[in-house]
């Protein structure tokens, strides 16, 4: 995609996602060596998004550039930026969090989040676009374990032709907080060994009214994908 300079600053166009740990608030109580367990996984994260892109590396926007796809962190937010076509980068990104959602719960950092389209810019861990807006506006409206595609992203891939992925599914029950009808695509992740997912969201509780709904949504949307 082109790229308009502007003091210095880059506007890019492409996906951009940003997820957060469910629980974060206090896990040190539970969990002391959480932000060792974080910070290794985003570093394994950003690994991960280097081999997805490279399979993309057809794409123009992406031909000779090994970290096209940026991984950032911000205390228990990632945030991921991938500047390509509508359909090429939010497959890289749907690819990537259909990785990334099993991997840290193994890790127990239950993951949630959306991935939306459009201009950003980025320097250093400052970030800014409509796009950034966007995935920060959308990433915890909803009530699980999870990853949403934004009004944006869902409209782009929508409207592209051969928009079919093995790592999006449409899902019409997404528990918004906000009952959200419309948007009914979502990325498609399994967990194989329910034993140790159970495991896991047990070590989660107590499971009170506020808390046990994340992960009762969770394991509907499992039983979904495990049937569909």
Known sequence: MPEIRIKNTIVEEGAVTFLDVLGWKGIWE?????????????????????????????????????????????????????????????????????????????????????????????????????????SASWHETTDWIGVILTPSAKILLENNENNESEYIVKYNNIPFKKRMPTLNLCVKWKYE???????????KGPHVPEIAPKYLNTLNYLDFIDNS
């Open 193 to 203: 060994d329910k034993t140790s997912l159970y495991s896991i969201i047990k070590k």
């Open 30 to 134: 539970r969990n002391k060596s959480a932000i060792n367990s974080l910070s290794a996984f985003v570093i394994e994260m950003q690994k991960k998004a280097e081999e997805i892109t490279e399979k993309y590396s057809e794409d123009i926007s992406l031909r000779g550039k090994s970290n096209a796809t940026k991984v950032l962190s911000i205390s228990d937010t990632i945030a991921v930026f991938t500047s390509a076509s509508p359909k090429i980068s939010i497959q890289i990104h749907s690819e990537l969090c259909s990785w990334a959602i099993p991997a840290a719960l193994k890790n127990e950092l239950p993951l949630r989040g959306a991935i939306s389209y459009g201009e950003y810019s980025i320097s250093n861990n400052i970030m800014l676009g409509y796009a950034v807006d966007e």
